[in-house]
T-cell receptor, first 112, second 115 residues
């Protein structure tokens, strides 16, 4: 069975600092990997996804993530965060594009 | 509209009552999913529809939960005899098949509060 672990429940960071949100997954087969963002009182929005090919994927709002098969990780990074990046971030895994299994989420708090 | 829509946006009900939640997927999307997000937790898969295939109901937490979908259009999630632990945001997502697309697009959710 698939599972997703987001190692940090909350990440506080100062504006313009870099950030990394960690995600590890387990699966017995090849998977597709996703990061979604949920702004306060809003629905889920896709940030980026890894389906195949280059292991470094770039998404919206300056975010990127790197798929590491040997470490079963898909960490999300941004070199310089803004106040507007304050949100909850969810890592998710899918086998064959079917149901998504989500991590518990990481709340990113950007401070001025 | 261009996105997934859900109604109602908020629902308050009394314990023991039945509720129906509606999802309108993106036009042309063959796959439709329901998820539940309890306060402070991640999303839990509930049920998945793909075209005319039998739905994957493996995530439904009890027989009080059921869902239907007519063709490739609207879906309704029904919760019978609601309990306080059913309070959550219920999210619907749809996915197309063009080009082997794997991305699920989410609606804004229905926030259910069972008193």
């Amino acid at each position: 069975a698939q599972s997703v672990t987001q190692l940090d429940s909350q990440v506080p960071v100062f504006e313009e600092a870099p950030v990394e949100l960690r995600c590890n997954y387990s699966s017995s087969v090849s998977v597709y990997l996703f990061w979604y963002v949920q702004y306060p009182n809003q629905g889920l929005q896709l940030l980026l996804k890894y389906l195949s090919g280059s292991t470094l994927v770039k998404g919206i709002n300056g975010f990127e993530a790197e798929f590491n098969k040997s470490q079963t990780s898909f960490h999300l990074r941004k070199p310089s965060v803004h106040i507007s990046d304050t949100a909850e971030y969810f890592c998710a895994v899918s086998e064959n594009g079917n149901k998504l299994v989500f991590g518990a989420g990481t709340i990113l708090r950007v401070k001025s | 509209g261009a996105g997934v829509s859900q109604s109602p946006s908020n629902k308050v009900t009394e314990k023991g009552k039945d509720v129906e939640l509606r999802c309108d997927p993106i036009s042309g999307h063959t796959a439709l999913y329901w998820y539940r997000q309890r306060l402070g937790q991640g999303l839990e898969f509930l049920i998945y529809f793909q075209g005319n295939s039998a739905p994957d109901k493996s995530g439904l937490p009890s027989d009080r939960f059921s869902a239907e979908r007519t063709g490739e259009s609207v879906s309704t999630l029904t919760i019978q005899r609601t309990q306080q632990e059913d309070s959550a945001v219920y999210l619907c997502a749809s996915r197309g098949d063009i080009g082997g697309a794997k991305t699920q697009y989410f609606g804004p959710g229905t926030r259910l509060l069972v008193l």
